[in-house]
């Protein structure tokens, strides 16, 4: 479980609401609200396989594969599917990223959760012999967007829907493509969202409003600082808090 899903689980226990597969975050079931109908769902590194499981339970899905990497939430996946009485639907696996995935599974979505938008996008490219191209790609990265869709771009997929959401004092985005033919974002396109930037929506205005004053503030500490701060650092910096005043001007 990620630094920000401990936190967030230690704020949802002090208001008596238990994380499980009956109780999802916000975050994950509007994951959840895009994981097509009867869809053959991998879920990669499923913690506690609490997404594929409420799926499962609640008739949304046809079969699932939560996959994880690490013992521990291997093993809570194993204990969460067991109690349920979920062996025949939901497969349990022991692997790296996608790995997870065999031949014989059919999967027709693959969501990836509450990890670093670098990390998902380096599970996904790491992976592609393990995808056939058919699949929805349903993405929840903490932070590093950018890249994420950066790679989604190069890799032609086309980003049908874009989320953002503030749950427990951080801002989350959901970010879902498929294949299709080849497509152009632009960059700011890449650093704010393609759809995102279209709705311009009052969660995504507040978020990039607090951004800008962390970008100014982060520039005002560049100026400050004894030791000089690269070039590039502080130009990179100053194109983003210039993009981001621009958007919200």
Avoid at 22 to 45: C, F, K, N, W
Avoid at 141 to 158: H, I, K, S
Wanted: charged share 25%.
């Amino acid at each position: 479980m990620t630094r920000h899903g401990r936190q967030n689980r230690r704020r949802l226990l002090s208001k008596g609401l238990e994380l499980n597969e009956h109780t999802l975050s916000m975050r994950l079931e509007r994951v959840a609200a895009h994981v097509p109908a009867g869809a053959r769902l991998a879920d990669i590194g499923s913690d506690h396989g609490y997404l594929p499981v409420a799926l499962a339970r609640r008739g949304a899905i046809s079969a699932a594969v939560a996959g994880e990497v690490a013992l521990t939430p291997f093993l809570s996946a194993q204990r969460t599917v067991r109690d349920n009485g979920l062996e025949a639907q939901v497969s349990v696996r022991h692997a790296d990223g996608l790995a997870a995935i065999e031949p014989g599974d059919g999967i027709t979505a693959v969501s990836v959760c509450g990890m670093g938008g670098e990390t998902i996008r380096a599970i996904l490219e790491a992976g592609k012999a393990y995808l056939s191209g058919q699949e929805r790609l349903i993405l929840q990265p903490n932070g590093g967007e950018q890249p994420l869709r950066q790679w989604l771009m190069d890799n032609g997929y086309r980003i049908l829907v874009e989320e953002v959401l503030r749950e427990n004092r951080f801002d989350y985005e959901i970010i879902v493509a498929e294949r299709c033919e080849a497509v152009s974002y632009s960059a700011e396109q890449l650093y704010f969202g393609p759809l995102l930037m279209a709705a311009r929506s009052p969660a995504f205005l507040v978020k990039w409003r607090r951004m800008l004053r962390q970008k100014q503030q982060t520039l005002d500490n560049f100026a400050r600082a004894r030791q000089a701060v690269p070039e590039e650092k502080v130009r990179e910096m100053t194109r983003q808090a210039r993009w981001i005043s621009e958007l919200l001007g």
